[in-house]
């Protein structure tokens, strides 16, 4: 068989502001420029990056108003596209499993996880999320394979799900893309980027209690008593509320700024004084990757799991503990004043859309 004519299909919830979406669109992409038929199938057409599809992707709408319900759906795709291997994450993952159960289509399915399940199913109070454990354990062993982003998901998931580590296969995610470096070098239109301005401290995440904002807010606001500084958080989410109100408790009004979601944060990656990621846990941190790959000074928790990794044990970026703003603070305070220089290539080479993309199709064609 021509191996043009085969059709891998990468499912989805949707394309939602998180750093999972982003990592699946660009592996979809690589996997399209190999010459494959690739179907990004969601169960629901939605989210922000919905403009961000490559041309060379085929969108799949299942129209289904929740994950769980898309399954009926799901089971007509797969028995009318036939295609030859299947790629699920997130929640995601249950749906794609029993679909192959029930139909035998396609011959090989691999889960993907990209978060710390222990974390997530305790932190997200969200039933669905608490009963995930239960279900990964169940039903996971139906994959063909399961992939793990980092090492740290790897071990977490295992001990969650109660799954022997040496069924779970850890590749790193696809994150540094030409396409990165291209953006990378639009024009930043913002005020606090003029010359002459104080430093600009960034953040980049969904606003929830996951990712630490708080936590660097009260970071900042000791910085600010150090030196002259600026604070620009890029996201939004369900905290907006709570972490404006914080900014007015800790009177930063002027000084720290939350613009929303932002398209292409890659700009404010490549000119930052220092990139600050305050997780409580992670997966792999894509930001975090992308931050090193362009050369930004980084600041980031100890959390479980990837900043470790990805930093080499702190060798590429300073490593604070969660919830300690002082110790934050401190570290930041001696990127503004030394500004190194960032050369971390062997650090992000791992992260190369060439490398990842044959590794998941070494996987997916078996």
């Excluded at 799901?74 to 030859?84: D, G, K, Q, S, V």
């Excluded at 608490?130 to 399961?146: G, Q």
Aim: proline share 7%; charged share 20%; glycine share 6%.
């Amino acid at each position: 068989m021509n191996i043009t004519s085969e059709r891998l299909t990468i499912f989805l919830p949707g394309l939602y502001d998180g750093g999972a979406e982003r990592i699946l669109l660009n592996l979809a992409a690589g996997i399209a420029a190999r010459g494959f038929r690739v179907d990004l199938t969601l169960a629901r057409a939605e989210g922000p990056y919905m403009d961000q599809i490559p041309a060379s992707v085929r969108m799949v709408d299942l129209k289904a108003t929740r994950v769980l319900t898309c399954l009926p759906s799901l089971i007509r795709y797969l028995r009318t596209e036939r295609p030859a291997a299947l790629l699920s994450a997130l929640h995601a993952n249950i749906p794609a499993i029993w679909a192959r159960r029930l139909t035998g289509i396609p011959r090989r399915v691999a889960l993907s996880e990209h978060n710390t399940l222990t974390r997530v199913s305790a932190g997200e109070h969200d039933l669905r999320w608490e009963l995930y454990p239960t279900l990964a354990r169940k039903f996971y062993p139906w994959a063909d394979e399961i992939i793990a982003v980092s090492k740290g998901v790897a071990s977490d998931l295992s001990l969650a799900a109660d799954l022997p580590l040496e069924n779970i296969q850890v590749i790193y995610n696809p994150i540094v893309t030409p396409e990165l470096y291209a953006k990378a070098e639009a024009a930043l239109d913002h005020p606090w980027f003029a010359e002459g301005q104080p430093p600009v401290i960034l953040g980049v995440g969904r606003l929830t209690s996951q990712k630490g904002f708080d936590v660097l807010l009260d970071a900042f606001a000791r910085v600010k008593k150090a030196r002259a500084a600026r604070l620009l958080i890029l996201g939004e989410g369900e905290d907006r509320s709570a972490l404006e109100a914080q900014i007015g408790r800790l009177g930063l009004q002027g000084d720290v700024s939350l613009p929303g979601f932002v398209s292409n944060p890659y700009p404010y990656f490549a000119r930052t004084a220092a990139f600050v990621l305050s997780s409580r846990w992670e997966g792999l941190p894509t930001v975090l990757v992308e931050a090193l790959a362009l050369q930004a000074p980084i600041v980031s928790t100890d959390c479980p799991s990837g900043p470790r990794e990805i930093l080499g044990n702190g060798h590429y970026g300073r490593l604070v503990p969660m919830d300690e703003p002082d110790e934050m603070a401190r570290a930041i305070l001696e990127v503004l004043a030394e500004r190194p220089a960032v050369n971390a290539e062997e650090g992000w080479r791992p992260y190369e859309l060439e490398f990842v993309t044959d590794q998941y199709l070494n996987v997916l064609l078996n």
